[in-house]
């Protein structure tokens, strides 16, 4: 994956790709929580690699682009309030498992693990 599709990608992971219609927005990994099907691995496994891709970028830059920001934010924001918070619509309307639930918060925190050190411009292991 270049760069510019891991972007692209990312925008349909965040939901803000203007292309609604298009099945890689309905699979994207907030989309996919609007109404929550289940947990979608495939989406996680792709939203780390188009992590991974733009790794290098975000710990050596002095600044991000705005719409990169947008999209990072976005999705380690609404994830959190929509999927782990009690107050949430996952949790309020009981539509995950606790053992769902775990994993799900597993994931945003390895998401906002690796932005937050990557960007201080350490790897995750630090």
Known sequence: MT???AL???KFHSGLHPDIE???WTNGFLPS???FRGLNREAFAN??????VLKDDIKS???LEKELM???WTICHYAKAWGTDPEGMIRRNNLISAAELKEFEGWINEISYKISFWLEGLDEDE
């Open 22 to 24: 298009s099945t890689r």
């Open 33 to 35: 929580l609007r109404p």
């Open 47 to 52: 939203l780390i690699e188009c992590l991974n």
């Open 70 to 72: 947008l999209d990072l």
């Open 3 to 5: 760069k510019e599709q």
């Open 61 to 63: 830059s002095k600044t």
């Open 8 to 10: 692209e990608q990312l």
